[in-house]
């Protein structure tokens, strides 16, 4: 894909209509740790400390394992995250989110450390019976340019409440360019949160453990 | 009746209901997941005047348990709930116990 294609897929990403819960900032003065394990083809842990409730701070690692080459990517890296926007509906609330930061890349295709910088959005809606999110991750340096695209659906059979385990299920439609994987890997989860922590796990259409934890405090 | 001693009574009735409020409700927009009521429950804890705090997704209700004589004003409430993301749509006092919100609201007492 060129640098045009992928600048245009990022601002549609920014830009569209939908509707997501797994976020960059999740509350003022809040630490987020995110870790996901995604399908062996890429793991990721990110820590991020929000100082207002319209940015957070932090930094993060990912493990890219192409399932096409023996190609392997690591990139360590800075990040600034801006919600750009929250609507606050009576029932509902809807976000986009962007990012930014910079770090170094380590991989087998290429020798030493290279500078690797990240951009990326999030576009999200969620009730406490739908949620929608798409988002969209680029990490690129000189020798490589890897971008994950990531849509999330779903639904919860009950709308919970704070005191309660809210339980959802979600459909994931993930793409990556930069030959990690060949075509849509689709994953069918199984979400839980209460308070501060959030676990989801499932299965791709190729058979793959598909999983994520988060936690805020 | 003197209109002035009405206008007179209903003030000290206002006046005592405020002086004896011990619990703040507040109807909030935007407040969908348990992510969005730890956060506006760790700012509210942060108020001095704060005894408890109860969040329902449901009614879409932040609720503040005073201590003995205290009170938040308006204005640092909403100040703290735009701060933290979110809308208030209103604000209101009473003293209803923190405990029978929580059996209104079917919520567990902690």
Not at chain 1, 123 to 142: G, I, P
Not at chain 1, 167 to 194: C, D, M, P, S
Not at chain 2, 88 to 95: E, K, L
């Amino acid at each position: 894909m060129t640098r045009r294609s992928e600048i245009l897929v990022a601002a549609l990403a920014l830009s569209a209509p939908v509707l997501a819960c797994a976020k960059p900032i999740a509350f003022a003065e809040g630490t987020t740790v995110m870790l996901e394990y995604g399908a062996g083809t890429m793991w990721e842990a990110q820590i991020f400390y929000a100082p207002q409730y319209n940015y957070s701070v932090g930094g993060g690692h990912v493990e890219f394992d192409s399932d096409i080459t023996p190609e392997t990517v690591r990139v360590t890296y800075a990040r600034l995250n801006y919600l750009v926007h929250r609507w606050n509906l009576e029932s509902a609330q809807a976000n986009v989110f962007v990012w930014g930061g910079a770090g170094g890349a380590t991989g087998n295709t290429f020798s030493g450390t290279e500078l690797a910088v990240n951009a990326g959005g999030q576009a999200d809606y969620e009730t406490r019976r739908v949620y929608a999110s798409l988002k969209t991750d680029l990490q690129k340096a000189n020798a490589f340019s890897i971008r994950v695209d990531t849509l999330q659906l779903g639904i919860a059979p009950y709308e919970h409440d704070y005191h309660q385990i809210a339980t959802w299920f979600v459909v994931q439609a993930r793409n990556y360019t930069g030959g990690i994987h060949n075509g849509v890997e689709l994953a069918a989860l199984l979400r839980f949160f209460k308070g501060g922590a959030w676990i989801e796990a499932g299965v791709t259409n190729g058979g793959k453990l598909q999983a994520m934890a988060m936690f805020n405090f | 009746m003197n209109p002035y001693r009405i206008l007179l009574a209903v003030l000290l009735l206002l006046i005592s209901v405020v002086a004896h409020a011990t619990t703040i409700e507040m109807h909030v927009n935007g407040l969908v997941c348990a992510f969005c009521a730890q956060g506006i429950e760790k700012k509210l804890r942060k108020f001095p005047a704060t005894a408890d705090v109860v969040v329902s997704l449901e009614q879409r209700l932040v609720a503040v348990a005073l201590k003995d004589g205290q009170d938040i004003p308006d204005t640092d409430l909403r100040k703290a709930l735009t701060n933290a993301g979110y809308t208030v749509t209103t604000i209101q006092r009473s003293d209803t116990p923190i405990d029978a919100i929580r059996t209104r609201l079917g919520q567990p007492k902690p």
